[in-house]
């Protein structure tokens, strides 16, 4: 079955400390993999994805994420963490021959100042 | 920048009786999308909309669900008879191309609230 997997429900930092969430999918044949951000009472946002090519996408503000084929794994990152990143970080996936995407379960991002 | 708007923000709704939610997608946009959140559950896809049919729907969205187009604008999801497991954040989305091709715009979502 098709899943997304993210290993972390709440992730707390400080300012300026390093970012790694995981996402792992699960998915039978080629996909395209996203992140969403979702800052408090707001909208999902696409933050960025990946469709082909250089596996290693930079979105916005400062956040990359690598596409790791052999893991499964598509992580988001980011070197140096603000306030302003507090919000619920979503990673989704979608096939190639699918219209809908399917999410992970979110992991919520609170950065201390 | 354009945005996809719903309404209401918040439904608070008895068992068993109708909602209708509300979305006005992006004007260019030409595939709709709704997603549920159930409290502290994954983001779910319920249904997607192109060319004035249903393109795909999940498990989830059964006889209960009904999507429409009633005019150019609106794209609305009907829930017929509310059910307590129905409360959750309904995310109404849209993209110019298939989401295979062109990324989601989602709404701010409405809260419906069953009890």
């Known amino acids: 079955a098709q899943s997304v997997s993210q290993h972390n429900h709440h992730v707390i930092l400080s300012e300026a400390a390093s970012l790694e969430l995981g996402c792992n999918y699960s998915?039978?044949?080629?996909?395209?993999l996203f992140w969403y951000v979702q800052y408090p009472g707001q909208h999902l946002q696409l933050l960025l994805k990946y469709f082909s090519g250089d596996p290693l996408v930079k979105g916005i503000k400062g956040f990359e994420a690598e596409f790791i084929k052999s893991k499964f794994s598509f992580n988001l990152r980011k070197p140096s963490v603000q306030w302003s990143d507090t919000a619920e970080y979503f990673c989704?996936?979608?096939?190639?021959?699918?219209?809908?995407?399917?999410f992970g379960k979110g992991t919520k991002l609170s950065v201390k100042p | 920048e354009p945005e996809v708007t719903q309404t209401p923000s918040h439904q608070v709704t008895q068992m068993g009786q109708e909602v209708i939610l509300r979305c006005v997608p992006i004007?260019?946009?030409?595939?709709f999308y709704w997603y549920r959140q159930i409290l502290g559950q994954k983001v779910e896809f319920l249904v997607s909309?192109?060319?004035?049919?249903?393109?795909?729907k999940s498990e989830i969205f059964d006889d209960q669900f009904s999507v429409e187009r009633p005019d150019g604008s609106n794209f609305t999801l009907k829930i017929r008879s509310t059910k307590l497991e129905d409360s959750a954040m309904y995310f109404c989305a849209s993209s110019l191309r298939q989401a295979i091709d062109s990324p989601l715009h989602f709404g701010n979502g409405t809260r419906l609230t069953v009890t």
């Open positions: 998915y039978g044949g080629t996909v395209n």
């Open positions: 909309f192109y060319n004035n049919e249903i393109s795909e």
């Open positions: 989704a996936v979608n096939g190639r021959s699918q219209g809908n995407l399917i």
């Open positions: 004007s260019n946009h030409l595939y």
